[in-house]
């Protein structure tokens, strides 16, 4: 499976629940029904949306997607931003990384700073409305995952193997080059690095995107009632969004089309130090580019 195929269908935790859900009977069903209503947080919307996205009647919509970093006693910030706009009519879809240290007006808090620090200032809400504003597109879905939590999800599921292509030590542990089999723990660090890797953010993105793209594969593969009701459990306590099962059901059954055409980019930009502090900048007109493209995808009017 690769990975932009887990992306379209919302992430890791959507695609487990679904699967789960559909292979395992009632009663494990019954057990998906319970997290989502537990991980269901409804935001408010904003006027960048005059009426409200349907699934069910497969219209285009978005979805921004946060991987936060949460420590005891900490707010934590959104160390991997990525907006994904989804076309089922023109079967295309388009995956935005946004760099963490994107400079931008944090909408709410009238200053300028990293995009990430909006979900440190107000949490879940203040981050969509900071990316509408950013990119002048409606979020219409949200999948809050926090990191520190993901660790349960890989320990459920028997540990997973990434092929690294970077020599590094982070948080006491050594990673050499080649394949490698982590536990939640050391996955967690595996995938936090960034300070010794050359590419940074977009390097760390990418050992993100291999431990998802493990822990797809194996979680759909278990057949344990026990590993499915530890996921679950990690899964009820590390994730928040506002798609309701049904809609996650009909994303799954009705937007397969749109895989044939995917098309992932990275905003483009470079870094620069203002003040003693580093920001990744953002040219206008890439961004007035990018904002257009995305508004046609969805749909609506320049």
């Known amino acids: ?5 887990i992306m379209l269908r919302i992430g890791i935790v959507l695609t487990l629940l679904v699967v789960i ?18 991980i269901y947080h409804p935001i408010e919307k904003t006027e960048k949306r005059v009426e409200p996205v ?9 979805v921004l997607l946060l991987g936060v970093d949460k ?4 707010q934590g910030r959104s160390d991997s931003l990525m907006v994904i706009t989804v076309n089922p009519t023109n079967h295309t879809t388009k995956i935005i990384s946004i760099p963490r240290d994107t400079r931008t007006e944090i909408v709410g808090k009238n200053r300028t700073d990293k995009i990430n620090h909006a979900y440190a200032f107000g949490g879940i809400q203040m981050s969509v ?9 409606p979020i219409d879905y949200y999948l809050e995952v926090n990191m520190e939590g993901f660790k349960g999800i890989v320990d459920a599921i028997g540990g997973v193997e990434v092929m690294n292509t970077l020599d590094f030590t982070n948080d006491g542990f050594h990673f050499k080059k080649g394949l490698l089999s982590l536990n939640g723990e050391k996955a967690l660090s595996f995938s936090r690095m960034r300070y010794e890797d050359p590419q940074g953010d977009f390097g760390r993105e990418a050992r993100q995107r291999q431990i998802i793209q493990e822990v797809i594969n194996k979680g759909t593969k278990i057949k344990s009632l026990v590993s499915y009701k530890d996921i679950l459990n990690s899964i009820s306590k590390n994730l928040e969004t506002n798609l309701t099962l049904d809609e996650m059901f009909d994303i799954q059954k009705s937007y397969r089309g749109a895989t044939d055409s995917i098309e992932q980019q990275q905003l483009e930009g470079s870094g620069k130090m203002i003040k003693g502090i580093y920001y990744y900048l953002v040219p206008e007109k890439n961004r007035l580019a990018l904002s257009n493209e995305l508004r046609d995808q969805l749909g609506l009017t320049q």
């Open 54 to 62: 349907s699934v069910k009647e497969k219209n285009p919509f978005s």
């Open 21 to 38: 859900a559909g292979a395992t009977g009632f009663y494990i069903y019954h057990e998906v029904t319970k997290t989502t209503s537990v």
């Open 71 to 74: 420590r005891p006693g900490d």
């Open 129 to 137: 409305n900071t990316v509408e504003k950013f990119l002048n597109i």
């Open 1 to 5: 499976m690769s990975w932009k195929k």
